[in-house]
């Protein structure tokens, strides 16, 4: 059996020594393929966000849509140091002073939005920690520290997480990168 090229040029498929197809490939992401064919890859930005107290929720999301939302990367800075942690929850959420957060389509000119709810407050109530998944300390004040999620945080329709700051002041910024699951493998 011979495997040609489908488009008409002739050209067969050519086997090395071990029995192994030779061929070039070229490998992108799975976030950018979802930006590139499906315009779907969002940033959520937020800044000088300043909780109440200790303890306090300072970044919800909701995924209020059918597909599944995969958040991958998160991105904190502080002005006084502490902790962030990532929070699965459940609950209905209660704003003190709410900011939306409109979702920044990563294909400029893109008219696509993901369907969640995403917020920046003070501080969230009305919500229960279900579950921790992330801890990042922010040693240094006024300094950037990402995590890549490389297995991702998923968000499945109808779930939330949160974000809650460990410490009595500081002013927190970042950004948290998500897409929509567009069901390919």
């Known amino acids: 059996m011979i495997i040609k ?3 008409g040029t002739g050209k ?16 992108r992401s799975l976030t950018q393929h979802i930006n590139e064919e499906y315009e779907k890859h969002f940033s959520l930005t937020f800044d000088a966000i300043d909780p109440v107290g200790a303890d306090d929720y300072f970044f919800y999301i909701k995924n209020t849509g059918t597909k599944t939302i995969h958040a991958t990367k998160f991105r904190f800075r502080s002005t006084v140091a502490g902790s962030v942690e990532l929070h699965r929850v459940t609950g209905t959420a209660s704003f003190a002073s709410e900011t939306v957060i409109t979702p920044v389509n990563r294909t400029l000119g893109s008219t696509n939005t993901v369907t969640a ?4 407050d003070t501080n969230t109530t ?3 920690e279900a579950g921790i998944m992330l801890r990042m300390r922010l040693a ?4 950037d520290y990402v995590d890549e999620a490389p297995s991702h945080i998923i968000i499945p329709p109808g779930q939330a997480m949160a974000c809650l700051w460990d410490t009595a002041t500081g ?3 970042g950004t948290i990168d998500i897409y929509e699951d567009q069901g390919i493998l």
């Open 5 to 7: 090229d489908g488009t």
């Open 12 to 27: 067969t498929l050519s086997i090395t020594a071990e029995n192994r197809a030779r061929t070039d490939t070229v490998t």
């Open 117 to 120: 709810v995403t917020s920046a």
């Open 126 to 128: 009305g919500i229960s």
């Open 140 to 143: 240094v004040v006024d300094t």
């Open 171 to 173: 002013a927190l910024s």
